[in-house]
């Protein structure tokens, strides 16, 4: 697996709005890197999982789902 072509793969879905695609390959990596014990490779998705959860929160979380006033 390339990591690098994956994330501008799951880059690119994030740009279009399609979050779902996006964390799906994200989780198709992580499992890559578990089968291969490849524990940088899952820490790597976890990360990317993480960004698109925060910018899903961003974009479509309320003030108080996002802690604000």
């Known amino acids: 697996m390339n990591i690098e072509s994956t994330i501008d793969e799951i880059q690119s879905h994030i740009d279009r709005g399609n979050y779902h695609a996006g964390i799906n390959i994200a989780i198709s990596g992580l499992n890559e890197g578990r089968r291969t ?4 490779c899952v820490d790597t998705f976890l990360g990317v999982i993480q960004g698109i959860t ?3 929160a961003q974009e479509f979380g309320s003030k108080a789902y996002l802690g604000e006033k």
């Open 37 to 40: 014990n490849d524990q940088s």
């Open 54 to 56: 925060q910018k899903m």
